[in-house]
Nanobody, 123 residues
Framework: QVQLVESGGGLVQAGGSLRLSCAAS????????MGWFRQAPGKEREFVAS????????YYGDSVKGRFTISRDNAKNTVYLQMPRLKPEDTAVYYC????????????????WGQGTQVTVSS
């Protein structure tokens, strides 16, 4: 089992940037593919990005492709989401998730979830 704690959210103006972090408990972090999802009020949870166990493969949702970057540090049991050039439509609660797979993208493949961190982008 793994516990996930997100941090780094906040209020930022459009065009600004944030870096989210997700710290995982346990000694088997490198066994998990990791992902970021987001959920805006009244909308379904949306896939943002995922990264394979080793960090060698990454996938992005269409709305953030070319703008956000996911990375991980297995020595620190942490996954990151670098978010530059933020837009008001990026406003959401961002969730970190772990899947006991090499790589995962669908929400249904993730086994563990953090509590989320709020990102608000003002126009």
């Amino acid at each position: 089992q793994v516990q996930l704690v997100e941090s780094g959210g906040g209020l930022v103006q459009a065009g600004g940037s944030l870096r989210l972090s997700c710290a995982a408990s346990g000694r088997t972090f490198s066994s998990y593919a990791m992902g970021w999802f987001r959920q805006a009020p009244g909308k379904e949870r949306e896939f943002v990005a995922s990264i394979s166990r080793s960090g060698g493969s990454t996938y992005y949702g269409d709305s953030v492709k070319g703008r956000f970057t996911i990375s991980r540090d297995n020595a620190k049991n942490t996954v990151y989401l670098q978010m530059p050039r933020l837009k008001p439509e990026d406003t959401a609660v961002y969730y970190c998730a772990a899947a006991l797979k090499f790589i995962a993208t669908p929400l249904s493949e993730f086994d563990y979830w953090g509590q989320g961190t709020q990102v608000t982008v003002s126009s």
